[in-house]
């Protein structure tokens, strides 16, 4: 079945239906092109989901923070005493500082889990390089011997051993 200029198959990426107008049959068997490329996507998908839930995160704890120190400015205005103004001034750090803490734990979860994705993404890539080229050179040599048939070298061999 051929394609139309300008047609697009239901269901695909618009990356793959980009390939595939291009020409690039591999892309739309889920190998060759495409294979390297979808994990790639997903991999960009992850790490914008990944940062996109440490941001909102991170968000809600400062304004958590701010709520709290707007709550505690109006003590700041009523206190008469230095006792009171040191009281509030410490919770004032202690707020600061709890959030601080939270910024940095959610920023080292984040990183954490970025890294596992990139652990998991940097072993698959190489062996799947290695794959596909190989199966890319050979699977055409092997079609070539099968139809030259034996090559010179192993026929003189075998005249040899007889």
């Known amino acids: 079945m051929e394609r139309k200029s300008g047609e697009c198959k239901m269901g695909m990426s618009p990356l793959d239906s980009l390939l595939a107008w291009w020409g690039l049959p591999a ?11 979808a994990r790639l996507q997903a991999f960009g998908s992850e790490l914008q989901s990944i940062y996109a839930d440490a941001s909102r ?17 109006g003590g700041m205005i009523r206190s008469r005493t230095v006792e009171d103004v040191a ?7 202690a707020i600061v500082l709890e959030g601080a803490s939270q910024q940095a734990r959610i920023w080292s979860e ?7 994705r990139c652990a998991a993404l940097a072993p698959e890539t190489p062996k799947a390089t290695r ?4 199966e890319e050179t050979t699977a055409p040599r092997r079609a ?19």
């Open 144 to 162: 070539a011997a099968s139809r030259q048939g034996p090559s010179e070298p192993v026929e003189a061999r075998k005249m040899a051993l007889s």
């Open 110 to 116: 984040a990183a954490q889990r970025v890294r596992e």
């Open 57 to 73: 995160r991170a968000l809600e704890a400062v304004i958590s923070g701010n709520d709290r120190l707007a709550g505690i400015a």
């Open 131 to 134: 794959a596909s080229e190989s």
């Open 87 to 93: 009281a509030i001034q410490s919770e004032i750090f």
């Open 27 to 37: 892309s739309l068997a889920g190998n060759g092109a495409g294979a390297p490329l």
